[in-house]
């Protein structure tokens, strides 16, 4: 076997079982989703149906998907900028200032509470936000006299949610990315003259991109279409096109539209992803 | 060899860096105290003032549904983790190590998963098993459906968590191993793996995380009667879930955090060079 | 043969000596099982429901009173939301005996072929219900019985009897600019266009100016908090005071008050409300069809009726024999006894794929309003 049949050979075999389970489970429910999205009507309902691209013009034609779009995509941005802001330093505080066994075990903690129940999380953080309550009570308590205090039901009250549903993402994978960066370097760099700042900004930082690539990705990505803490944490604030495809398959049973909506929700993020593109194969993250 | 000067910085910067620390886990655990307390509350509808009660516990205990929806959970997620954690650090392997034309694409292919959401997912799901299982003689709702579900969302993260690892891995040091003579799987179990482990772990405890908590896929492929714990929690909110359901959250984490701090304890993966 | 073969000569004999046992234990077992049970008039099967959990069908003690009754067991399966339940009954043929389908929906289940005819001789107390809801069009066709009127109810007013005194009784009162984050409306779009529909002066089901229920529904952007979605959503946000006054069903409010003691008053507006009811289907292919006849018999019976109300709170009941076994303080006897109140209500209809997609959409672009 010459080498490059050996290494055909181990992608294959590497790739293989991965990608097999993908397409069994995903790519090909999909694909039939996508036959979905353009028939117009249900292919579960009985009775003949013709092709349409109706339902992916609905997108552009009906008024308030645009607005709704957008306001996803923003916050999208401002999870993943709040959640870099926030959990960064905490990666790199984790990364290069806490050793031993400490660096494990809070390592763990940091994830434990992805672990807990999204809903019940979700109420656990009205009671801290709502008038009344821990935050209310915290500010009354060293403060008598000020007024009501009270996030919930605005938009700010879903973002502080999402961050919090979002961020260990972003710890751990700047996190990994962080401590793979050989002390050594950053001391080689400071014998040469340059300030910690400099050191940071030109050679841990970079280093540390692929985790901070990875993370962005992983919130970005899913908070565009999330529902829930939009709803619980916005009230009447909370619309979300997320929302809206739900609705497609709980309210109307227009699953094709709802297919569209998400194959569009879909075609906005490599849209994303296709003008970011040039910015990180300079960096060489993906390639 | 720091000088004095140097090593006050960094004391000061570990302090810093401490206290940093401290104030993002009280961030994060902020709601799950909330959720703790709220067990012990007597009111079934979050109502303060708090009034000390082990009702919730006690009902629990009763609670055929609930545990055995819990149970349910667990298992499949530790299956789950298993199984997408291998064959997703395969995956991110064979992406750090070779390229080949279509490595751009199948990468890609990972987006989809995690942008379309997952009532879509699961519905595409249930009809294709639906209209496909019967055909090989499988039910197509059960405990293994559930499985592929899960596995199928969980590997994106695997592979892109695992990928960032590999990134920043130093290519130089398996060749190195190479040229002393160590064979392909020596090198990859002695001098990759230890390297990549902080990677495969936190992966791991994503992919958990996605089963434990996955609520559509699993509620779509359930069978009657076998429900996993978000199932029985969301369908339980026409009525209203008690505070039995914080009483059991409350339950796993705290079994959670004395697994996991115990495993720290005693193995150590954090990846100290 | 081998040394240890010769050791454990019976060892294989054993092991089919013990699969013989078993399956002989296991013919004895079913054939006593299916001969004996002396007592139980038929043979005792399983009876599988598919409802919204916590809809009175999975109360424990009815599921007893049940078995204890007829021999059958009762397992259920739940849904989310309507349309779920007819992708359920879909994916699941032979799967389920019962199910419950909202008035609305009856019809839609009855052309896609997913339920049977009720055989209306072997539900006895088929004689006792209210004929307005047991021959409605919505459940019957052809001459058949498709859905059994089980309970029904009315969507209305529930208001905070702490803060609202006198207490309000119009529609209107929800856009009045006092009430400024007050108000939380449920989020449906079909309930959101009824409401609309209703405040200004239309016909719920099939509004014949739909822009001028949006404009309405517009106006109440400064007063809405929140839109709540379920029943538990409602209690929690009204406990911790997130809003006063809002749309709701009626026997989830008489269950908010007597179960979790909250002060909750309801009205049916003077302009209009919407009123709703629920049959008991059985489903194509069940695998019971007696235990499930047998089940939604007991479920219109009085004796379910009263304990299901008194205990937990539930809708009224479609048979009248059952509203009257009610205790006087009962306040479900008050709100569905009040003929007045009664009249003012509008039925949910079925509604046409374009008209509910035309809600729906509209409702999107009056929540992207409110979220602006």
């Not at chain 3, 409401?195 to 239309?202: D, K, L, N, V, Y």
């Not at chain 3, 539930?314 to 059952?322: D, I, L, M, R, T």
């Amino acid at each position: 076997m010459s080498p490059r049949q050996r290494q055909i050979g181990a992608i294959l075999g590497l790739t293989g079982p991965a990608y097999a389970w993908l397409a069994l489970t995903i790519f090909l429910p999909l694909a039939a989703m996508l036959y979905c999205s353009v028939l117009n009507v249900s292919p579960l309902i009985p009775g003949p149906s013709h092709f349409t691209l109706q339902n992916y013009l609905a997108f552009f034609q009906k008024s308030f998907y645009l607005p709704l779009t957008w306001w996803s995509v923003l916050m999208g941005v401002w999870t993943t900028l709040f959640s870099f802001l926030v959990g960064y330093p905490a990666a790199y505080a984790l990364a290069k200032r806490i050793k031993g066994r400490w660096r494990e075990a809070l390592f763990l903690l940091i994830v434990l509470p992805f672990w807990s129940n999204a809903l019940v999380r979700i109420f656990s953080w009205t009671m801290v936000l709502r008038q009344g309550g821990l935050i209310d009570m915290a500010v009354h308590a060293v403060f008598p006299d000020a007024p009501a205090f009270s996030l919930l039901f605005t938009y700010p009250a879903v973002v502080v949610g999402l961050v919090h549903s979002y961020v260990p993402y972003m710890i751990l994978t700047c996190y990994v990315s962080l401590q793979a960066i050989d002390d050594s370097l950053m001391e080689a760099a400071q014998s040469l003259g340059a300030a910690n700042w400099t050191v940071f900004r030109r050679v841990v930082f970079p280093l540390s991109l692929p985790g901070v690539v990875s993370g962005s990705v992983l919130i970005f990505v899913p908070v565009i279409g999330s529902f829930m803490e939009p709803r619980i944490l916005g009230g009447a604030k909370g619309a979300t096109l997320g929302m809206n495809i739900e609705e497609q398959f709980t309210v109307t049973a227009n699953w094709p539209l709802g297919a569209a909506l998400s194959f569009t929700l879909l075609a906005i993020v490599l849209l994303i992803f296709a003008v970011l593109y040039p910015v990180l194969k300079r960096r060489g993250i993906w390639s | 060899m720091t000088t004095g000067a140097a090593r006050t910085r960094i004391d000061f910067g570990t302090a810093v860096a401490k206290v940093y620390l401290a104030l993002v886990l009280l961030f994060l655990y902020v709601p799950i105290f909330v959720m703790a307390a709220l067990a012990f509350n007597r009111s079934p509808l979050y109502e303060l003032p708090f009034q000390f009660d082990l009702i919730w516990f006690k009902s629990l205990a009763t609670n055929d549904r609930l545990l055995s929806a819990g149970w349910n959970s667990v298992y499949i997620a530790v299956l789950n983790t298993v199984i997408a954690t291998i064959l997703g650090t395969m995956a991110a392997l064979a992406f750090s190590r070779y390229t080949f034309r279509g490595r751009g694409l199948m990468q890609l292919l990972l987006l989809p998963p995690i942008t379309i959401p997952w009532l879509v997912i699961g519905t595409a799901m249930l009809v294709f098993f639906y209209w496909t299982f019967p055909l090989v003689g499988l039910p197509f709702r059960g405990l293994h459906t559930i499985l592929l579900g899960h596995v199928a969302l969980s590997l994106p993260y695997v592979i892109i968590v695992v990928g960032a690892r590999l990134a920043d891995f130093p290519k130089s040091v398996e060749e190195a191993a190479a040229t002393l003579g160590a064979t392909p799987w020596q090198t990859f179990w002695r001098v990759s793996a230890p390297i990549i482990a902080p990677g495969v772990v936190a992966a791991g405890l994503f992919a958990f995380a996605t089963s434990f908590d996955q609520f559509v896929i699993s509620y779509f492929l359930a069978p009657p009667g076998v429900t996993t714990l978000p199932v029985a929690i969301y369908t339980s909110i026409r009525k209203g879930f008690t505070p039995e359901v914080n009483a059991i959250s409350t339950i796993i984490i705290v079994i959670s955090m004395s697994v996991m701090l115990i495993t720290a304890r005693f193995y150590k993966f954090g990846g100290e060079r | 043969m081998t040394e240890e073969s010769k050791h454990r000569p019976l060892k294989g004999a054993g092991r089919s000596n013990r699969r013989q046992f078993l399956a002989g234990a296991t013919a004895l077992g079913v054939g006593a099982t299916v001969l004996g049970a002396p007592r139980i008039a038929r043979a005792a099967g399983d009876v599988k429901v598919l409802n919204w959990q916590g809809y009175g069908t999975d109360e424990a003690w009815a599921v007893d009173a049940f078995h204890k009754a007829t021999g059958n067991t009762v397992t259920h399966d739940y849904y989310n939301s309507e349309s779920e339940m007819i992708t359920k009954l879909r994916t699941n043929p032979g799967g389920y005996d019962v199910v419950l389908t909202n008035c609305a929906w009856n019809g839609l289940a009855r052309q896609a072929d997913l339920i049977q005819p009720i055989d209306t001789s072997k539900v006895g107390n088929w004689g006792d219900l209210t004929p307005a809801f047991r021959d409605s069009p919505l459940l019957n066709d052809g001459g058949k019985t498709y859905g059994l009127s089980w309970v029904w109810g009315i969507t209305a007013i529930a208001y905070n009897t702490d803060v609202f005194k006198p207490a309000p009784d119009t529609l209107a009162k929800l856009w009045d600019a006092s009430l400024k984050k007050r108000v939380a409306l449920r989020d449906d779009a079909i309930e959101a266009v009824s409401f609309g529909a209703i405040a200004t002066g239309q016909d719920m089901n099939h509004p014949a100016d739909l822009a001028k229920v949006k404009a309405k529904l517009m106006e109440l952007k400064p007063n809405v908090a929140l839109l709540w979605s379920s029943e538990d959503e409602w209690n929690k946000q009204f406990a911790a005071k997130a809003f006063d006054i809002s749309v709701y069903w009626s026997g989830s409010a008489l269950r908010s008050k007597t179960n979790f003691k909250l002060p909750v008053g309801y009205y049916v507006p003077q302009e209009g409300g919407i009123g709703w009811f629920d049959g008991l289907a059985i489903a194509k292919g069940s695998p019971n069809p007696d235990g499930a006849h047998a089940f939604i018999n007991y479920m219109v019976d009085p004796s379910f009726y009263v304990e299901w109300e008194t205990k937990v709170g539930a809708p009224a009941s479609a048979n009248p024999k059952a509203m009257a076994a009610l205790p006087d303080t009962d306040p479900s006897k008050g709100l569905y006894g009040d003929e007045a109140a009664v009249k003012r209500l509008q039925f949910m209809a079925p509604l046409t794929d374009k008209e509910k997609q035309d809600y729906s959409d509209l409702w999107a672009e009056v929540k992207t309003a409110f979220a602006g």
